[in-house]
């Protein structure tokens, strides 16, 4: 039985192992959590049933995450991951192709690919803005909007998103990184029932590795988005997780402030290599890639337009520290 032949055939995950010290990959948050908020999910978890299946909809966190946003729990769904809900989505509307606009988060091609969906790409313009995905919205299943965007950093114009949603295609506003950003389009659900923002608690909330992820849209889709997912889906521990760092969203707060003022301080330092950017990560015109994974430090290199660029994941004061004598030592050499 020749395998290969029957399966869609995908690229293996690849996964960098080693002694690296410093991981600015992934745009992980580099805050754990501390140990007395750890202590209280434990209590939390101590009281919590393992026998028991989880609420079929994940509904407790849906109403803290509906009231931390001012919305209703018919307007909030949960996933593992957003990732998750990039699939659901694809899965739930009808149409011939998605459209993406590179670069940009490659999951979206990645599920279409899955889903047999075809793919259409209206590149960002040179300034990583939307060009006119408008004009390709005829039979589409989706439009896909990623902002901040991932790996440029840059917002797009809330404008540019208003006119996307007036085609009246679906359109998936991922703003997995809008924390960090100065303002977010999540209230133009109340407008258009077209529009699905998709949110995470990987990035600001520092909790990537609970996998819990949401999206905002309309009732209506909401629960037609309920209806194709396996129930069950959120496991009591990452649910209770979730509800509890909502609690906490003062600590949040501060850090995010913290990787926002690192951020600035990294894009001054590189200003002539850097792009501004309103997420966790900046985007930099530097071919260091080797370069610092020799020294232990491990970023995301890119390709394709951006080849000779890497992503940098804002870390810690130290671990920035680092980043940036670094990189300096490469432009000095380079
Ligand atoms: N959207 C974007 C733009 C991302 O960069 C990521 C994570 N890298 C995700 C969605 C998925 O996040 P998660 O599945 O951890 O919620």
Known sequence: MRIREMVKSFKPYRVLEGNYRIWLDKNENPF??????????????????????????????????????????????????????ISLILKLFEGKHIIVSSPSF????????????????????????????????????????????????NIQK????????????PVILDEAYIEFAKKSNVDLVNEYDNL???????????????RVGYAVASEEVIDYL????????????????AEL???????????????????ERIYKEFRGYAYPSEANFLLLRLDAYEFLLEKGIVVRKLSGRLDGHIRVTIGKKEENDELIGALNEFIERF
């Open 106 to 153: 490659r999951m979206y091609d990645f599920f279409a690919k899955l889903e047999g969906t075809d793919l259409v790409d209206v590149p960002l313009d040179e300034h990583f803005n939307l060009q006119n995905v408008e004009d390709y919205a005829e039979n589409a299943k989706a439009i896909f909007i990623c902002s901040p965007n991932n790996p440029t950093g």
């Open 226 to 241: 309920h209806r194709i997912k396996a129930p069950f889906g959120l496991n009591s521990l990452s649910m209770k997780t």
């Open 245 to 263: 760092m909502l609690d906490h969203y003062d600590l949040v707060k501060q850090n995010i402030n913290y990787i926002i003022k690192e951020r």
């Open 158 to 169: 809330r404008e540019k998103i208003i006119s996307v949603l007036e085609s009246g295609v």
């Open 32 to 85: 754990d959590l501390p140990p007395e908020i750890k202590e209280e999910i434990m209590e939390e978890l101590r009281k919590t049933p393992f026998n028991r299946y989880p609420h079929i909809t994940a509904d407790p966190l849906r109403e803290k995450i509906a009231e931390f946003l001012g919305f209703e729990k018919e307007n909030v769904i949960v996933g593992n991951g957003s990732d998750e809900l």
């Open 196 to 210: 699905i923002v998709l949110r995470t608690f990987s990035k600001a909330f520092g909790l990537a590795g609970i």
